[in-house]
């Protein structure tokens, strides 16, 4: 039987510290004004302690003029 592999959380809250774990991907932005490193592209949610947790998540730098 092959191994699986692990699937990391994507959100995990730490005490009191919310940890955010995504893949840096680098693209243009629609505008072309920025590169977006990583974003969620949306709504992503969680749960924590019974409740549902949003997050929109979007890591950009802009472009040199």
Do not use: D, W
């Not at 730490?14 to 969620?40: C, L, W």
């Not at 969680?46 to 472009?63: D, M, Q």
């Amino acid at each position: 039987m092959a191994n699986k592999p692990v699937e990391k959380k994507r959100f995990e809250i730490v005490g009191n510290e919310i940890i955010i774990r995504f893949p840096i991907t680098p693209v243009q932005s629609k505008s072309g004004k920025s590169i977006v490193i990583a974003s969620t592209r949306g709504r992503e949610t969680f749960t924590h302690e019974g409740e549902s947790l949003h997050v929109n998540l979007n890591v950009y730098k802009l472009k040199e003029a």
